[in-house]
Protein backbone atom coordinates (compact mmCIF):
# COMPACT_ATOMS: atom_id res chain seq x y z
CA UNK A 1 0.00 0.00 0.00
CA UNK A 2 1.46 3.35 -1.28
CA UNK A 3 1.98 6.20 1.64
CA UNK A 4 1.99 9.69 0.10
CA UNK A 5 3.09 12.35 2.12
CA UNK A 6 1.63 15.61 0.38
CA UNK A 7 3.09 19.12 0.22
CA UNK A 8 1.37 22.39 1.09
CA UNK A 9 2.18 25.59 -1.52
CA UNK A 10 1.44 28.74 -0.69
CA UNK A 11 -0.56 30.14 -3.84
CA UNK A 12 -3.25 33.00 -4.54
CA UNK A 13 -5.68 29.68 -4.25
CA UNK A 14 -4.65 30.02 -0.55
CA UNK A 15 -5.22 33.33 0.50
CA UNK A 16 -8.85 33.31 -1.48
CA UNK A 17 -9.47 29.88 0.75
CA UNK A 18 -8.71 31.93 3.95
CA UNK A 19 -10.85 34.25 3.53
CA UNK A 20 -13.65 32.29 1.89
CA UNK A 21 -13.87 30.52 6.10
CA UNK A 22 -14.87 27.06 7.00
CA UNK A 23 -18.43 27.61 5.35
CA UNK A 24 -16.17 25.63 2.10
CA UNK A 25 -16.37 22.74 4.21
CA UNK A 26 -19.54 22.44 5.73
CA UNK A 27 -21.17 23.02 2.53
CA UNK A 28 -24.18 20.15 2.44
CA UNK A 29 -22.66 17.31 4.29
CA UNK A 30 -24.34 15.09 7.09
CA UNK A 31 -21.53 15.88 9.88
CA UNK A 32 -22.81 19.22 10.24
CA UNK A 33 -21.33 23.01 10.33
CA UNK A 34 -17.70 23.94 10.97
CA UNK A 35 -16.62 24.02 14.47
CA UNK A 36 -17.23 27.63 15.45
CA UNK A 37 -13.72 27.51 16.46
CA UNK A 38 -12.10 26.59 13.25
CA UNK A 39 -9.13 28.21 12.02
CA UNK A 40 -7.39 28.04 8.36
CA UNK A 41 -4.58 26.13 8.66
CA UNK A 42 -3.15 25.49 4.96
CA UNK A 43 -3.47 24.69 1.71
CA UNK A 44 -2.19 20.93 -0.09
CA UNK A 45 -1.97 21.79 -3.38
CA UNK A 46 -2.78 19.31 -5.92
CA UNK A 47 -2.11 18.90 -9.59
CA UNK A 48 -5.30 19.97 -10.19
CA UNK A 49 -6.88 22.22 -6.81
CA UNK A 50 -6.22 21.59 -3.43
CA UNK A 51 -6.88 20.42 0.03
CA UNK A 52 -7.97 22.72 1.88
CA UNK A 53 -7.59 21.95 5.67
CA UNK A 54 -8.92 23.79 9.30
CA UNK A 55 -7.78 23.13 12.54
CA UNK A 56 -10.43 23.06 15.34
CA UNK A 57 -8.96 22.04 18.40
CA UNK A 58 -6.97 18.53 17.61
CA UNK A 59 -9.24 17.92 14.95
CA UNK A 60 -8.64 18.94 11.43
CA UNK A 61 -11.33 19.50 8.77
CA UNK A 62 -10.37 18.81 5.60
CA UNK A 63 -12.01 20.00 2.17
CA UNK A 64 -11.37 19.08 -1.61
CA UNK A 65 -11.17 23.21 -3.31
CA UNK A 66 -10.90 24.35 -6.83
CA UNK A 67 -10.31 27.74 -8.67
CA UNK A 68 -13.23 28.49 -10.59
CA UNK A 69 -13.77 32.05 -12.42
CA UNK A 70 -11.46 33.62 -10.04
CA UNK A 71 -13.44 32.37 -7.16
CA UNK A 72 -12.78 29.38 -4.56
CA UNK A 73 -15.48 26.70 -4.19
CA UNK A 74 -15.27 23.47 -3.24
CA UNK A 75 -14.68 20.80 -5.64
CA UNK A 76 -17.03 18.07 -6.23
CA UNK A 77 -16.46 14.88 -8.33
CA UNK A 78 -15.84 16.10 -11.96
CA UNK A 79 -13.42 18.47 -10.88
CA UNK A 80 -10.66 16.86 -11.06
CA UNK A 81 -9.27 17.08 -7.40
CA UNK A 82 -10.04 13.15 -6.49
CA UNK A 83 -8.19 12.19 -9.96
CA UNK A 84 -5.40 14.43 -8.99
CA UNK A 85 -5.12 12.66 -5.43
CA UNK A 86 -5.62 9.09 -7.28
CA UNK A 87 -2.54 10.36 -9.68
CA UNK A 88 -0.49 11.28 -6.54
CA UNK A 89 -0.34 6.94 -5.88
CA UNK A 90 -0.30 6.00 -9.05
CA UNK A 91 -2.75 3.90 -9.07
CA UNK A 92 -4.73 6.23 -12.55
CA UNK A 93 -2.95 7.15 -15.09
CA UNK A 94 -3.89 11.11 -15.19
CA UNK A 95 -1.95 11.35 -18.54
CA UNK A 96 -6.27 10.93 -20.09
CA UNK A 97 -8.48 12.84 -18.08
CA UNK A 98 -9.83 10.43 -15.90
CA UNK A 99 -12.90 9.83 -15.17
CA UNK A 100 -14.51 11.11 -11.81
CA UNK A 101 -18.08 10.18 -10.29
CA UNK A 102 -19.56 10.57 -6.46
CA UNK A 103 -20.59 7.56 -4.94
CA UNK A 104 -24.22 8.95 -4.51
CA UNK A 105 -25.18 7.75 -1.46
CA UNK A 106 -25.36 9.56 1.84
CA UNK A 107 -22.01 9.60 3.00
CA UNK A 108 -19.76 11.15 6.30
CA UNK A 109 -16.71 11.67 4.32
CA UNK A 110 -16.75 11.96 0.39
CA UNK A 111 -16.04 9.38 -1.49
CA UNK A 112 -15.61 9.79 -5.30
CA UNK A 113 -14.91 6.85 -7.82
CA UNK A 114 -11.99 7.50 -10.15
CA UNK A 115 -11.61 5.86 -13.67
CA UNK A 116 -14.01 3.21 -12.81
CA UNK A 117 -11.00 1.44 -10.87
CA UNK A 118 -9.85 3.28 -7.48
CA UNK A 119 -12.29 5.03 -4.73
CA UNK A 120 -10.93 7.84 -3.55
CA UNK A 121 -12.07 8.79 -0.02
CA UNK A 122 -11.76 11.80 1.81
CA UNK A 123 -11.47 12.18 5.70
CA UNK A 124 -13.71 15.04 6.34
CA UNK A 125 -12.93 15.49 9.93
CA UNK A 126 -9.23 14.06 10.72
CA UNK A 127 -6.15 14.35 13.32
CA UNK A 128 -2.09 13.46 13.47
CA UNK A 129 -1.34 10.19 14.80
CA UNK A 130 -2.99 7.31 14.71
CA UNK A 131 -6.44 6.50 12.51
CA UNK A 132 -8.26 3.33 12.22
CA UNK A 133 -7.98 3.73 8.07
CA UNK A 134 -4.18 4.36 8.58
CA UNK A 135 -3.65 1.05 10.54
CA UNK A 136 -6.55 -1.43 10.00
CA UNK A 137 -6.83 -2.22 5.95
CA UNK A 138 -2.43 -2.93 6.44
CA UNK A 139 -3.41 -5.04 9.18
CA UNK A 140 -6.62 -6.96 7.21
CA UNK A 141 -4.33 -7.43 4.67
CA UNK A 142 -1.11 -8.99 6.10
CA UNK A 143 -3.56 -11.26 7.80
CA UNK A 144 -4.95 -12.43 4.95
CA UNK A 145 -9.01 -11.03 5.73
CA UNK A 146 -9.79 -10.03 1.69
CA UNK A 147 -13.46 -9.58 2.10
CA UNK A 148 -12.96 -6.11 2.12
CA UNK A 149 -11.83 -3.92 -0.76
CA UNK A 150 -8.24 -3.57 -1.72
CA UNK A 151 -6.51 -1.16 0.23
CA UNK A 152 -4.53 1.06 -2.79
CA UNK A 153 -2.64 3.75 -1.01
CA UNK A 154 -3.31 6.85 1.46
CA UNK A 155 -2.34 10.27 2.08
CA UNK A 156 -0.80 12.13 4.70
CA UNK A 157 0.38 15.38 5.60
CA UNK A 158 2.23 16.17 8.90
CA UNK A 159 1.03 12.92 9.83
CA UNK A 160 -2.22 13.28 9.47
CA UNK A 161 -4.55 11.40 7.47
CA UNK A 162 -5.82 13.23 4.77
CA UNK A 163 -7.42 10.38 2.28
CA UNK A 164 -7.02 7.39 1.32
CA UNK A 165 -7.89 4.84 -1.96
CA UNK A 166 -9.13 1.67 -2.22
CA UNK A 167 -10.01 -0.67 -5.31
CA UNK A 168 -13.22 0.01 -7.04
CA UNK A 169 -15.59 -3.39 -6.83
CA UNK A 170 -17.46 -2.87 -10.16
CA UNK A 171 -21.53 -3.10 -8.94
CA UNK A 172 -21.02 -3.07 -5.84
CA UNK A 173 -24.05 -2.15 -3.69
CA UNK A 174 -24.52 -0.67 -0.37
CA UNK A 175 -26.58 -2.98 1.97
CA UNK A 176 -29.12 -0.25 2.54
CA UNK A 177 -29.93 -1.07 -0.82
CA UNK A 178 -29.02 -4.83 -1.72
CA UNK A 179 -30.57 -5.59 1.64
CA UNK A 180 -33.45 -3.76 2.10
CA UNK A 181 -34.70 -4.52 -1.42
CA UNK A 182 -34.34 -8.30 -0.38
CA UNK A 183 -36.33 -8.03 2.62
CA UNK A 184 -38.48 -5.33 1.22
CA UNK A 185 -39.07 -8.50 -1.86
CA UNK A 186 -40.28 -10.77 1.02
CA UNK A 187 -42.54 -8.80 2.42
CA UNK A 188 -44.43 -8.42 -0.51
CA UNK A 189 -44.32 -12.15 -0.97
CA UNK A 190 -42.51 -11.38 -4.64
CA UNK A 191 -39.81 -13.24 -3.42
CA UNK A 192 -39.08 -16.20 -0.54
CA UNK A 193 -38.24 -15.27 2.95
CA UNK A 194 -35.75 -18.22 2.40
CA UNK A 195 -33.71 -15.86 0.27
CA UNK A 196 -33.54 -12.87 2.93
CA UNK A 197 -32.46 -15.29 5.86
CA UNK A 198 -29.72 -16.80 3.81
CA UNK A 199 -28.35 -13.18 2.94
CA UNK A 200 -28.47 -12.68 6.00
CA UNK A 201 -26.94 -15.41 7.55
CA UNK A 202 -23.94 -14.67 5.24
CA UNK A 203 -23.57 -11.26 6.74
CA UNK A 204 -23.47 -12.92 10.07
CA UNK A 205 -20.06 -15.09 8.45
CA UNK A 206 -18.99 -12.51 7.29
CA UNK A 207 -18.75 -10.46 10.39
CA UNK A 208 -17.21 -13.59 12.62
CA UNK A 209 -14.26 -13.79 9.91
CA UNK A 210 -14.10 -10.32 10.03
CA UNK A 211 -13.52 -10.28 13.92
CA UNK A 212 -11.20 -12.65 13.88
CA UNK A 213 -8.81 -11.26 11.43
CA UNK A 214 -9.30 -8.14 13.24
CA UNK A 215 -8.13 -10.54 16.59
CA UNK A 216 -4.99 -12.32 14.68
CA UNK A 217 -1.82 -10.60 15.22
CA UNK A 218 0.14 -9.06 12.61
CA UNK A 219 3.43 -6.87 12.09
CA UNK A 220 0.72 -4.16 11.91
CA UNK A 221 -0.72 -4.95 15.05
CA UNK A 222 1.09 -7.04 17.00
CA UNK A 223 -1.16 -6.81 19.91
CA UNK A 224 -4.79 -7.58 18.09
CA UNK A 225 -6.27 -9.19 21.09
CA UNK A 226 -6.11 -7.80 24.79
CA UNK A 227 -8.64 -7.95 27.34
CA UNK A 228 -10.78 -4.66 28.65
CA UNK A 229 -10.73 -4.65 32.80
CA UNK A 230 -13.98 -3.06 35.18
CA UNK A 231 -12.59 0.10 34.34
CA UNK A 232 -12.80 0.08 30.97
CA UNK A 233 -16.39 -1.39 31.08
CA UNK A 234 -17.17 0.96 33.91
CA UNK A 235 -16.42 3.66 30.87
CA UNK A 236 -18.31 1.83 27.96
CA UNK A 237 -21.13 1.91 30.71
CA UNK A 238 -20.94 5.76 31.50
CA UNK A 239 -20.25 6.21 27.80
CA UNK A 240 -23.99 4.66 26.80
CA UNK A 241 -25.91 6.30 29.64
CA UNK A 242 -24.78 9.72 28.52
CA UNK A 243 -25.83 8.96 25.04
CA UNK A 244 -29.15 7.83 26.47
CA UNK A 245 -29.23 11.15 28.34
CA UNK A 246 -28.63 12.92 25.45
CA UNK A 247 -31.28 11.14 23.43
CA UNK A 248 -33.52 12.15 26.17
CA UNK A 249 -32.45 15.70 25.81
CA UNK A 250 -32.05 15.76 22.05
CA UNK A 251 -36.07 14.62 21.61
CA UNK A 252 -39.05 15.92 21.67
CA UNK A 253 -43.05 15.17 21.08
CA UNK A 254 -44.34 11.96 21.16
CA UNK A 255 -40.88 11.09 20.07
CA UNK A 256 -39.34 11.85 23.57
CA UNK A 257 -42.37 10.86 25.61
CA UNK A 258 -42.60 7.16 24.60
CA UNK A 259 -38.43 7.73 24.84
CA UNK A 260 -39.28 8.19 28.29
CA UNK A 261 -41.90 5.65 28.82
CA UNK A 262 -38.85 3.09 27.87
CA UNK A 263 -35.94 4.90 29.81
CA UNK A 264 -36.16 2.90 33.16
CA UNK A 265 -35.91 -0.28 31.38
CA UNK A 266 -33.34 1.14 29.19
CA UNK A 267 -31.21 1.78 31.44
CA UNK A 268 -31.81 -1.50 33.35
CA UNK A 269 -30.27 -3.21 30.46
CA UNK A 270 -27.04 -0.78 30.31
CA UNK A 271 -26.69 -1.69 33.96
CA UNK A 272 -25.56 -4.98 32.18
CA UNK A 273 -22.30 -3.30 32.08
CA UNK A 274 -21.72 -3.87 35.59
CA UNK A 275 -22.06 -7.35 35.48
CA UNK A 276 -18.66 -8.07 32.97
CA UNK A 277 -15.49 -7.66 35.13
CA UNK A 278 -13.58 -8.42 32.23
CA UNK A 279 -14.13 -9.17 28.58
CA UNK A 280 -11.73 -9.36 25.38
CA UNK A 281 -11.23 -6.15 23.25
CA UNK A 282 -9.60 -6.05 19.76
CA UNK A 283 -9.64 -3.05 17.43
CA UNK A 284 -13.41 -3.25 16.39
CA UNK A 285 -15.46 -1.70 12.80
CA UNK A 286 -16.97 0.93 15.66
CA UNK A 287 -19.68 1.92 12.84
CA UNK A 288 -21.08 -1.46 11.65
CA UNK A 289 -24.08 -1.96 10.02
CA UNK A 290 -26.03 -3.08 7.01
CA UNK A 291 -24.78 -0.26 5.11
CA UNK A 292 -21.25 -0.95 5.49
CA UNK A 293 -21.74 -4.66 3.52
CA UNK A 294 -21.09 -3.90 0.13
CA UNK A 295 -22.77 -6.82 -1.98
CA UNK A 296 -20.96 -7.20 -6.00
CA UNK A 297 -22.91 -8.66 -8.85
CA UNK A 298 -21.69 -12.44 -7.97
CA UNK A 299 -23.03 -12.23 -4.48
CA UNK A 300 -20.03 -11.97 -2.68
CA UNK A 301 -19.77 -9.42 0.18
CA UNK A 302 -17.35 -6.94 1.33
CA UNK A 303 -16.78 -5.44 4.56
CA UNK A 304 -16.11 -1.86 3.93
CA UNK A 305 -15.71 1.74 5.73
CA UNK A 306 -12.96 1.16 7.82
CA UNK A 307 -12.22 4.64 9.35
CA UNK A 308 -14.84 4.27 12.21
CA UNK A 309 -17.35 5.66 13.87
CA UNK A 310 -17.02 8.96 12.07
CA UNK A 311 -19.27 10.86 14.31
CA UNK A 312 -17.14 10.48 17.40
CA UNK A 313 -14.04 11.97 18.82
CA UNK A 314 -11.61 11.28 16.23
CA UNK A 315 -8.98 10.05 19.14
CA UNK A 316 -11.71 7.26 20.40
CA UNK A 317 -11.54 5.79 17.10
CA UNK A 318 -8.89 3.79 17.43
CA UNK A 319 -9.69 2.33 20.68
CA UNK A 320 -9.78 -1.25 20.97
CA UNK A 321 -13.07 -2.51 21.98
CA UNK A 322 -15.54 -5.00 22.61
CA UNK A 323 -16.12 -7.33 19.05
CA UNK A 324 -20.05 -7.50 20.60
CA UNK A 325 -20.56 -3.39 20.30
CA UNK A 326 -19.67 -4.36 16.59
CA UNK A 327 -22.66 -7.45 16.34
CA UNK A 328 -24.83 -5.36 18.13
CA UNK A 329 -24.61 -2.28 16.22
CA UNK A 330 -25.13 -4.71 12.95
CA UNK A 331 -28.41 -7.10 15.02
CA UNK A 332 -29.61 -3.76 15.48
CA UNK A 333 -29.17 -2.62 11.64
CA UNK A 334 -30.86 -5.88 10.87
CA UNK A 335 -34.60 -4.53 12.53
CA UNK A 336 -33.78 -0.78 10.99
CA UNK A 337 -33.70 -2.32 7.77
CA UNK A 338 -37.27 -3.93 8.06
CA UNK A 339 -38.14 -0.72 9.04
CA UNK A 340 -37.39 1.09 5.89
CA UNK A 341 -39.54 -1.23 4.60
CA UNK A 342 -42.75 -0.86 6.71
CA UNK A 343 -42.12 2.89 6.09
CA UNK A 344 -42.31 2.46 2.36
CA UNK A 345 -45.41 -0.68 2.74
CA UNK A 346 -47.07 0.16 6.01
CA UNK A 347 -48.76 -2.81 5.40
CA UNK A 348 -45.94 -4.90 5.42
CA UNK A 349 -45.29 -3.87 9.28
CA UNK A 350 -46.69 -7.26 11.03
CA UNK A 351 -45.06 -9.48 8.50
CA UNK A 352 -41.76 -7.20 9.44
CA UNK A 353 -42.32 -8.01 12.79
CA UNK A 354 -42.43 -11.34 12.64
CA UNK A 355 -39.21 -11.26 10.04
CA UNK A 356 -36.67 -9.03 12.22
CA UNK A 357 -36.67 -11.62 15.40
CA UNK A 358 -35.95 -13.87 13.02
CA UNK A 359 -33.10 -12.26 10.76
CA UNK A 360 -31.48 -11.34 14.16
CA UNK A 361 -31.59 -15.22 15.08
CA UNK A 362 -29.97 -16.64 11.38
CA UNK A 363 -27.42 -13.75 12.11
CA UNK A 364 -26.40 -14.54 15.38
CA UNK A 365 -26.46 -18.32 14.36
CA UNK A 366 -24.64 -18.03 11.71
CA UNK A 367 -22.31 -15.75 13.17
CA UNK A 368 -21.56 -18.18 16.37
CA UNK A 369 -20.47 -20.97 14.02
CA UNK A 370 -18.03 -19.21 12.29
CA UNK A 371 -16.77 -18.01 15.12
CA UNK A 372 -16.73 -21.59 16.28
CA UNK A 373 -12.53 -21.85 16.84
CA UNK A 374 -12.65 -18.19 18.73
CA UNK A 375 -16.03 -18.63 20.62
CA UNK A 376 -14.81 -16.00 23.77
CA UNK A 377 -14.23 -13.48 21.17
CA UNK A 378 -17.75 -12.81 21.63
CA UNK A 379 -19.18 -11.89 25.01
CA UNK A 380 -23.09 -12.28 24.19
CA UNK A 381 -23.31 -10.79 27.74
CA UNK A 382 -22.03 -7.39 26.26
CA UNK A 383 -24.97 -8.09 23.23
CA UNK A 384 -27.69 -6.52 24.50
CA UNK A 385 -26.48 -3.37 26.88
CA UNK A 386 -24.52 -2.57 23.22
CA UNK A 387 -27.72 -2.95 21.47
CA UNK A 388 -29.51 -0.45 23.89
CA UNK A 389 -26.77 1.85 23.72
CA UNK A 390 -27.07 1.49 19.33
CA UNK A 391 -30.19 2.71 19.60
CA UNK A 392 -29.84 5.63 21.71
CA UNK A 393 -27.00 6.88 19.57
CA UNK A 394 -29.32 6.51 16.60
CA UNK A 395 -31.76 8.64 17.94
CA UNK A 396 -28.54 11.22 18.83
CA UNK A 397 -27.54 10.70 15.19
CA UNK A 398 -30.71 11.81 13.53
CA UNK A 399 -31.51 14.67 16.20
CA UNK A 400 -28.01 16.07 15.33
CA UNK A 401 -27.87 15.11 11.44
CA UNK A 402 -30.71 13.52 9.81
CA UNK A 403 -33.69 14.09 11.48
CA UNK A 404 -35.99 12.00 8.98
CA UNK A 405 -34.48 8.93 10.58
CA UNK A 406 -35.77 9.25 14.20
CA UNK A 407 -38.84 6.94 13.00
CA UNK A 408 -36.51 3.86 12.61
CA UNK A 409 -34.92 3.73 16.25
CA UNK A 410 -38.48 5.29 18.23
CA UNK A 411 -39.85 2.24 16.41
CA UNK A 412 -37.00 -0.55 17.15
CA UNK A 413 -36.10 0.51 20.63
CA UNK A 414 -39.13 -1.28 22.53
CA UNK A 415 -38.40 -4.19 19.87
CA UNK A 416 -35.01 -3.96 21.00
CA UNK A 417 -35.90 -3.37 24.61
CA UNK A 418 -37.62 -6.88 24.67
CA UNK A 419 -34.67 -9.02 22.64
CA UNK A 420 -34.77 -10.59 26.26
CA UNK A 421 -35.09 -14.22 25.92
CA UNK A 422 -34.87 -14.46 22.63
CA UNK A 423 -31.95 -12.88 21.51
P1 LIG B 1 -18.78 6.83 4.46
O1 LIG B 1 -17.83 6.96 5.60
O2 LIG B 1 -19.08 8.14 3.85
O3 LIG B 1 -19.98 5.99 4.80
P2 LIG B 1 -17.89 4.58 2.82
O4 LIG B 1 -16.45 4.18 2.87
O5 LIG B 1 -18.87 3.71 3.55
O6 LIG B 1 -17.98 6.09 3.29
O7 LIG B 1 -18.29 4.70 1.31
C1 LIG B 1 -19.53 5.24 0.91
C2 LIG B 1 -20.16 4.41 -0.20
O8 LIG B 1 -19.26 4.31 -1.31
C3 LIG B 1 -20.42 2.96 0.16
O9 LIG B 1 -21.64 2.80 0.83
C4 LIG B 1 -20.42 2.28 -1.19
O10 LIG B 1 -21.68 2.44 -1.81
C5 LIG B 1 -19.38 3.07 -1.96
N1 LIG B 1 -18.06 2.42 -1.92
C6 LIG B 1 -17.12 2.57 -0.97
N2 LIG B 1 -16.03 1.86 -1.26
C7 LIG B 1 -16.27 1.22 -2.42
C8 LIG B 1 -15.50 0.34 -3.27
N3 LIG B 1 -14.25 -0.02 -2.95
N4 LIG B 1 -16.08 -0.10 -4.40
C9 LIG B 1 -17.33 0.29 -4.75
N5 LIG B 1 -18.09 1.12 -4.01
C10 LIG B 1 -17.57 1.59 -2.86
MG1 LIG C 1 -20.21 3.96 5.16
Redesign the pocket.
Known sequence: MALRTLAAVTADLRAATEAAGPGLWSATHLSGAAPADAAFLELVQLSTGALAIWRSGEELLVAPVIEDGGRVRRADAGDGVFAALAGELGAVDTSSAATERT?G?D?????V?VGDAV?V?LLRRTRRGAQPGRDLPSHLAAVGFDET?TPIGSFTRDDALLASA????PG???GWHWYVAIVERAALGERPWEDAEAQTAEMGALVARFQRALATPSAVLPRALGDANAETIERWRRAAVATLDDALELTDGDVHARLRAQEERARAVLDGFAAVQTTPVTRIHGDLHV??I?RVPDGSMFV??L?GD?VAPVQERIAPGSPARDVASMACALDHAGRVVVRRHPETRDAIEAWIPRARRAFLAAHREALAADPSLFDERLLHPFAVAQEAHEFVYAARFQPGWTGVPDAALPAVLAWEGTV
Do not use: C, H, N, R
Open positions: VVQTDESIVKPAAYLAVDGQLSDDP
